[in-house]
């Protein structure tokens, strides 16, 4: 399968590892895998385990001492989790003792594992693909609920499945297009026909189908950034307050308050929200404030979603463009825009949200709070939350981007096609695609990719 060289190869060393967190806890476990696994057992333990049995134990020590007394585990080659002999120790979670029980297992023949290594030998067993084992890490790291179901999902192999079904029906596409080549008297027909065309179209669709649900999994991992911007006084940090429910800010009537940016994570029904507060837009000659507008800039450029907010006390028009044309202007992306009109308290707005104006307007008063709720729905809405988790998985920026490139070798083909109807250039673009689609799962992936993604993995993972 996978041609592997270098350090993605499988080295033959048996490894081991504290798979508990370091510190107290009521267990504490030891995990090794590979061939020394079993002797070390037997030295340890006194006797052979029986596979896949929990036996209560002494831990022996090299002179026959005991050092501990728990569960062992024995899951002996492949059906383990890493695929080759697995040994647990399940001992009493305290530091000396997991050093104590470490150090044995290192002088029995077993070496240290580096982050990640049970994962991605897992991995290089077929255990898992690539994107799988990426899942662990994020069902580890996992900061609410909804990020932990969608890691789940991946790793129950959801995100995967649908990058398969992609490569097959290339797989097909392409076995079809080279045939025509090896018949040069019918390729004319065959590319002709209309039906390569179609196939091809359909593919797209469906890789445009599983690049938004990998962009909905990517920000629900990653998190939303949401800049609020604005004019001084307008009540950005007003409304900082008002999401994190904490004075994270300060809040003044002095014009020019908030001068560096500040960041807070939130979550709303488990969607991280990463909401940045920055200074108010203007010019000033005070030097402070010039590098915090500059930095505000520099946010609103880089955000998922832009509030743009005005004090509706002031005969602002409802439309940006028409209160402040160089705003919209410099937004890299005008639909990532949402106008907020505060302090509605004063003005006496209604609280009613206008979602079908471009850009969707949000009133609210950030220090009374109404309308706070319509904007947090809001933010959910543009970010894709969905009640339920079906359908859901956890990617990453990583498989965003080859599900681009592979995007954009369709594309190419398509163009090929219809062009100069050229099977050989269509066939190479498709061939281009499916390698995209396998960085993904990770079918021919580069040594440096791996230690990459499994180096950012803890210990004894
Ligand atoms: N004690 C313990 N708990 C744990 C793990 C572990 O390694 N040890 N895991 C570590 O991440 C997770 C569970 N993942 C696992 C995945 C596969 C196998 C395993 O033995 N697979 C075999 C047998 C499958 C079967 O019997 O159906 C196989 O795939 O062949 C074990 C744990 C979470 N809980
Ligand atoms: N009545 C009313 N006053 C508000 C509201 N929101 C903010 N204010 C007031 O407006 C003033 C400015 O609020 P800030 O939150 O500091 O405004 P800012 O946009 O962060 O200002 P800079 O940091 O200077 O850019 C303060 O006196 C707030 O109490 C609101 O909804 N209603
Ligand atoms: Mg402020």
Redesign the pocket.
């Known amino acids: 399968m996978t041609p592997l060289s270098g350090s993605a190869m499988l080295d033959q060393d048996t490894i081991s590892a504290l798979?508990t967190p370091p510190g107290r806890g009521g267990v504490g476990?030891i995990?090794l895998s590979g061939k020394r696994s079993g002797e070390i057992a037997r030295a340890m333990l006194g006797f052979a385990p029986e596979p896949?049995r929990a036996h209560y134990a002494p831990f022996l020590g090299g002179d026959g001492e005991v050092l501990d007394e728990g569960i062992a585990?024995w899951?002996p080659a492949?059906?383990?989790?890493t695929?080759e002999d697995?040994l647990?120790l399940?001992g009493h979670g305290g530091p000396v003792i997991m050093d104590w029980l470490l150090e044995r297992t290192v002088t029995l023949g077993a070496r240290l594992a580096r982050p990640g290594e049970?994962?991605e030998r897992a991995f290089l067993n077929d255990?898992l693909d690539l994107a799988q084992a990426e899942a662990?890490a994020d069902l580890i790291e996992a900061s609410s609920r909804a990020a932990a179901e969608n890691a789940l999902h991946s790793l129950q192999g959801e995100f995967s499945t649908r990058v398969q079904t992609l490569v097959q029906r290339l797989i097909e596409l392409r076995v079809y297009v080279e045939a025509a080549i090896d018949f040069p008297e019918e390729e004319i027909d065959f590319l002709g026909d209309g039906r390569v065309a179609q196939r091809l179209s359909a593919v797209c669709e469906s890789l445009a189908e599983v690049r938004a649900s990998a962009a909905q999994g990517a920000l629900m991992r990653e998190g939303m950034s949401v800049v609020i911007a604005g004019r001084p006084n307008a009540g950005k940090s007003s409304l900082l307050n008002a999401l994190t429910e904490q004075e994270t800010a300060i809040v003044t009537d002095i014009a020019g308050t908030t001068r560096d940016v500040l960041r807070e994570h939130i979550h709303l029904d488990g969607m991280p929200l990463h909401v940045i507060d920055t200074a108010g837009l203007r010019d000033t000659p005070d030097a402070v404030e010039r590098i915090g507008v500059a930095r505000a800039w520099s946010e609103i450029e880089r955000a998922d979603r832009v509030l743009l907010m005005v004090d509706s006390r002031e005969s602002d028009a409802v439309d940006p463009m028409a209160i402040w044309p160089e705003f919209v202007a410099r937004l890299p992306d005008p639909s990532k825009l949402t106008l907020v009109r505060n302090k509605i308290d004063e003005s006496g707005e209604s609280a009613e949200p206008d979602f079908s104006a471009m850009p969707p307007v949000i009133r609210l008063s950030a220090t009374t709070g109404a309308g706070v709720e319509s904007l947090k729905a809001h933010l959910k809405e543009v970010m894709g939350y969905q009640a339920t988790s079906e359908g859901r998985f956890s990617a990453r920026r990583r498989h965003l981007e080859a599900l681009d490139r592979a995007g954009q070798a369709l594309t190419h083909g398509v163009e090929q096609l219809a062009g100069a109807g050229a099977g050989e250039l269509l066939a190479e673009d498709l061939r281009a695609a499916q390698d995209a689609l396998g960085d993904i799962t990770g079918e021919f992936s580069a040594d440096e990719l791996l230690g990459e993604i499994f180096g950012s993995f803890c210990i004894g993972?």
Not at 78 to 81: G, K, Q, R, V, Y
């Open positions: 798979a476990i995990r896949r585990l899951f492949p059906h383990s989790f695929g697995v647990e399940q049970f994962s255990k662990i993972k």
